[in-house]
């Protein structure tokens, strides 16, 4: 491997300097875009014809033989001091991280080669999955004092326990609770606190109280990926788009991965989610409510998956959607941008109940008592494991991390996020 190792620092090297030495994207002429073109993808070719022969290999020497936890960025952050030119240095990544989209060479497009390649093995692939459902370092901190006063306020989300249940709110009022980086970050975090609490036994997610003018005074559950920060270039493919289904999303599902008294029985502290949605669920606010084991909507509600208008693939709602709609409903939605509104026919495939926004407190404390059950928690593992296997999860993920990121950097992807973004910050 040594060789082959060596062989891609060089290439990689090589198209580093030649890239360094152009201006930015925008403003490189068609000579210099082809030039720059061509010396990505040889680059990218090698990568992807070394992983496909060595990355089990990687994958071992970066985790010790697979006995160290690496999360995503630990992970990227080791394979690129340990193999020059397999993924960008922190530094380069940082410095993209400064340009708006427009303006980036698409870095994070190495990272996706890497991860997609990590989770295509069954070897590997699986072991990151149990690393990232493992609790963050922020939530071990903050859970002492979750457990002493019940209440955690961070930057987008508010942790809140009331009896049994784990109260989490979205708080972005600024953005309709669109999601970036940070808020997938407090997300996790907040996830965390609620299966680690053991007074926890229900977690519900709302969206808070709006101050956008067009939705003053009412709530709103999620309006999807924040365009604005995608224009910015502040939307990361490991920070945001993998940590997202691979950590809170999957914590939803299959639990957090945890030493605790009945680890024998079942190795991850599992609980019951419910949701209520105010308003609507677009985007990564409708891949959301597809895991949860009761959402509860308002009547005058809506769920979309905008992705064509966007450009870029909804998370893992292509895998999930089919499931709960149909195929032919799953294709109305993500590839012509249906709306199913509460109402609706249709919406009794989302939703499992759908009342008056006014009932939808009560509808919500009735939820929590139903599921405040060990036997619910035990049933949701089985029809979890029937539903949504880990296996077709983690082949979906590994065609994911590349498809998605290639998406982030299309000319039609940039120029329509664009243009969002001039009027609004999210989808």
């Not at 949504?388 to 590994?398: I, L």
Request: glycine share 8%; hydrophobic share 45%.
């Amino acid at each position: 491997m040594s060789a082959a190792a060596k062989q891609l620092a060089e290439v990689s090297a090589g198209a580093n300097e030649l890239l360094d030495s152009l201006p930015l994207p925008a403003a490189r002429t068609p000579e210099q875009q082809a030039r720059a073109a061509e010396a990505k993808h040889a680059a990218r070719d090698l990568r992807s014809r070394f992983l496909a022969v060595h990355a089990e290999a990687v994958y071992d020497r970066l985790t010790e033989g697979r006995t160290r936890w690496l999360r995503l960025p630990e992970l990227v952050g080791a394979a690129a001091e340990a193999y020059p030119g397999l993924v960008p240095t922190a530094e380069r990544t940082a410095e993209e991280r400064t340009r708006q989209q427009a303006d980036k060479d698409g870095h994070e497009i190495d990272h996706g080669i890497f991860l997609s390649a990590v989770l295509r093995s069954p070897v590997s692939g699986p072991h990151l999955m149990d690393a990232m459902l493992r609790p963050t370092e922020r939530a071990l901190e903050l859970l002492p004092e979750f457990e002493r006063t019940g209440v955690v306020q961070l930057h987008s989300v508010r942790l809140e326990r009331r009896g049994t249940a784990a109260h989490l709110t979205f708080c972005r009022d600024d953005c309709l609770n669109a999601e970036d980086n940070q808020q997938v970050e407090d997300v996790e975090t907040a996830v965390d606190l609620a299966l680690l609490d053991p007074q926890v036994h229900v977690g519900v997610f709302r969206g808070g109280v709006q101050t956008h003018p067009r939705y003053k005074g009412r709530r709103v559950f999620s309006a999807g990926i924040n365009l604005k920060s995608l224009h910015g270039g502040q939307i990361s493919l490991v920070d945001f788009l993998l940590r997202r289904e691979l950590g809170y999303i999957s914590k939803l599902v299959r639990g957090v991965l945890a030493d605790h008294a009945g680890s024998w029985r079942s190795r991850t502290v599992e609980k019951p989610w419910v949701a209520a949605v105010d308003t609507f669920a677009i985007g990564g606010g409708a891949q959301l409510i597809m895991v949860f084991d009761r959402v509860i909507a308002g009547a005058d509600a809506y769920f979309s998956l905008p992705a064509a208008q966007e450009g870029i693939v909804p998370g893992a709602g292509n895998l999930r959607l089919a499931r709960l709609t149909g195929g032919r409903i799953s294709r109305q939605v993500i590839l012509w941008g249906r709306r199913i509104w509460a109402t609706e026919p249709d919406a009794a495939l989302l939703f499992d109940q759908v009342v008056e926004p006014a009932e939808l407190d009560e509808a919500v404390e009735e939820a929590v008592r139903r599921l405040d059950s060990p036997a619910v928690v035990t049933n949701r593992r089985m029809v979890n494991l029937a539903e949504d296997p880990p296996e077709a999860f983690r082949h979906y993920m590994a065609e994911f991390a590349l498809q998605q990121v290639l998406r982030l950097y299309s000319e039609d992807v940039i120029g329509k996020v664009g243009r969002f973004s001039a009027g609004r910050s999210s989808a």
